[in-house]
């Protein structure tokens, strides 16, 4: 029995940052209608960043903040870079541009740093077993960060003007701009923002997964499932959801399928959620006018 | 872009009266065939291979290109294809043409099988799903359950098939030749596809699926249905690569297969069947120059490449050529 309830901690653990990499992708997919398949890249970069901070002698926390604002301006940049001339552009166009920024950033990542797997660091200790061994400090550590990232993104778009101005600007851009909030710079703010929440949530699974160049493809898969079994347009959904998948991932890697066809999980629960209820669970039913 | 319709290719046989088209055709296959007795046995098969990566390009570009659902996930038909061979060629003694109706039929099975939950819905979930696909692939190769058929992560070994009735061929200008017949008859059969009654309704479907709705075309159905045709292609791609490379192992399927058929697609020219011929050129031959650069350096290239095309070229080399076919036709009094 403590086997299960470890093993649901552990998803719970890891479901977070699931959650943190769903909500970066459904905040672009809001304003947007495009999925970013350069998520996971862009979030491996902004590790490996944080990496090269604390190997030059910055402290931990120090190097995470300065990682968290250096994502968000790399994210805002290609924004206003890549994405804005392109923003009318047919939906292949933007499927381009993304796999285009995942071929580069993921293989400058490799070029730079190299292939070789990295130990990352985690600031969280813990000389005694925390709740009789069922959850490692980092774990528990871990889940407090991206509860506490989720909360603060949650706070800032309920409570705060410019997070007002950016929900405005996703759910109706033509009178958002007619009542004169700039759509343009909300919409890189938006990546800036999704960028950050990707670079907290790379920071906390590298020590668990390694850091490689690579690492963030099977966990932006799971968010991929998170965010559809949540609903795709619902930020809150996708949180849920990305919460759910990494408790199944678990469930399913421990009981059933074993740790070598993980990421077919995801593929099943992506498949089995568009068979069966393709709105997600909080997602809002579509109907297109003619 | 994705606006832009098939014309013929600068090449194409415009007004063509009979005998020009015969003289053409006659150019081509000469031009198709040459190579087999001129070039030296490496670039003979890397040749082989472009054809072989033309022929994949052009699946994805009858569902990308032609009916407008993105798919990142065609590695995963390419995977598909080149195990149906290899299992049926390594465990049955099958010959190899033998396999090739099955490679194809069970690609189609699969790819009708993925995009039915998916292309029910359009817009990004194809893209989803099968991006997820590509990315699942190897591990589901490489599963101890599969083991006894797939080799699991040694793979299975294959030889190329002897030239029949003692033709005086090597075994490597066989593979080649097959290869080609095999290519050009897909070209042919995709040619007719999107020139018929059927192409035109893809390219309204991508155009204006509202309208193409209004005029009674089973939206979904029809996609669903050339999903599988493009799965199948890309499939018979990869089944004609098992033998050409004589080895199947799961690394050699991973998502970057999928992202070089895509790039290929979009360098080459979307919805252009020769544009699919640049494309397999394009993927075989510009990650041999950039690998001499650097490990990475490929994807980057790539990335870059794709990335410029978007900007500046989005026809690829087949717009290219076809806006400089239209200007000197133009000028021409």
């Known amino acids: ?290 | 872009m994705t606006r832009m319709d098939e014309s013929l290719g600068p090449s194409g046989a415009a007004g063509g009266s009979r005998a020009w088209r015969a003289t053409l055709l006659t150019l081509g296959i000469f031009a198709a065939v040459a190579p087999a007795f001129l070039l030296e046995s490496f670039q003979l098969f890397q040749l082989t291979m472009a054809v072989i990566m033309a022929l994949a390009v052009l699946g994805l570009n009858i569902v990308t290109g032609y009916n407008g659902q993105i798919s990142l996930g065609h590695g995963a038909f390419f995977a598909v294809g080149a195990y149906v061979t290899a299992i049926l060629m390594s465990h049955f003694d099958w010959s190899f043409w033998a396999t090739l109706p099955v490679a194809a039929l069970v690609c189609a099975a699969v790819g009708y099988g993925v995009g039915f939950p998916a292309l029910r819905l359009g817009g990004l979930y194809l893209a989803l799903t099968t991006f997820s696909l590509a990315v699942a692939v190897p591990q589901i190769l490489k599963h101890k359950a599969l083991e006894d058929w797939t080799g699991g992560v040694q793979g299975l070994f294959l030889v190329k098939p002897d030239p029949p009735f003692g033709l005086a061929v090597t075994p490597d200008q066989w593979m080649y030749l097959s290869v080609v017949a095999v290519a050009a008859l897909c070209f042919w059969g995709t040619w007719n596809l999107v020139h018929s009654r059927i192409g035109r309704a893809l390219m309204a479907i991508r155009d204006n699926p509202t309208a193409a709705q209004a005029m009674g075309m089973d939206i979904s159905a029809l996609k669903t249905k050339t999903f599988a045709a493009s799965a199948m292609v890309t499939g018979i791609a990869g089944a004609l690569s098992a033998v050409a490379i004589e080895f199947v192992a799961p690394d050699s399927f991973t998502f970057g297969v999928s992202i070089t058929l895509f790039v290929g697609m979009v360098v080459g020219g979307v919805a252009s069947i020769l544009g699919s011929l640049f494309g397999g050129l394009f993927v075989l031959f510009v990650p041999n120059i950039a690998e001499a650069i650097s490990k990475a350096a490929p994807g980057v290239i790539y990335g870059v490449i794709l990335i410029l095309f978007l900007f500046l070229l989005p026809g690829g080399f087949a717009g290219l050529l076809r806006q400089i076919a239209a200007r000197l036709t133009r000028r021409r009094p």
């Not at chain 1, 990496?51 to 910055?58: H, L, P």
């Not at chain 1, 994502?71 to 890549?82: K, Q």
């Not at chain 1, 550590?141 to 989720?150: D, E, K, N, P, R």
């Open chain 1, 1 to 290: 029995m403590n086997g299960l309830a470890h093993q649901i901690v552990a998803g719970i653990a890891t479901g977070g940052i699931y959650a943190a990499v769903a909500l970066a992708i459904v905040m672009i997919y809001q304003a947007t209608h495009h999925v970013n398949f350069a998520q996971g890249e862009m979030a491996t970069l902004s590790t490996f960043i944080a990496w090269s901070m604390i190997n030059a002698g910055m402290p931990y926390w120090v190097a995470f903040f300065a990682t968290v604002a250096v994502s968000f301006a790399i994210g805002v940049a290609i924004e206003r870079l890549l994405m804005r001339p392109v923003q009318n552009a047919p939906e292949l166009t933007h499927v381009g541009v993304f796999i285009g920024l995942l071929l580069i950033i993921g293989n400058a990542t490799g070029w730079i740093f190299g292939y070789t797997t990295k130990s990352f660091p985690s600031p969280f200790h813990s000389d005694k077993p925390l709740a009789g061994g069922l959850i490692s400090a980092h774990e528990l550590g871990s889940t407090v960060v991206t509860l506490a990232v989720l909360l603060l993104v949650w706070a800032f778009f309920r409570f705060t003007r410019l997070g007002l101005a950016m929900r405005a600007a996703a759910y109706n851009p033509r009178s958002a701009r007619l009542v004169g909030i700039r759509v343009g710079w909300m919409l890189a703010l938006g990546w800036g923002l999704a960028a950050a929440i990707g670079a907290v949530a790379g920071m906390m699974v590298a020590p668990i997964v390694f850091l490689d160049p690579t690492m963030m493809l099977g966990i932006l898969l799971y968010a991929f499932a998170g965010a559809l079994l949540g609903g795709i347009d619902n930020p809150m959904g996708a949180v849920i959801g990305g919460f759910v998948v990494g408790v199944l991932e678990n469930l399913a890697g421990a009981y059933v399928v074993g740790t070598e066809l993980k990421l077919t999980v995801a593929l099943a629960i992506i498949i089995g959620v568009l068979v069966v209820r393709p709105s997600g669970l909080f997602g809002r039913v579509v109907y297109s006018r003619v």
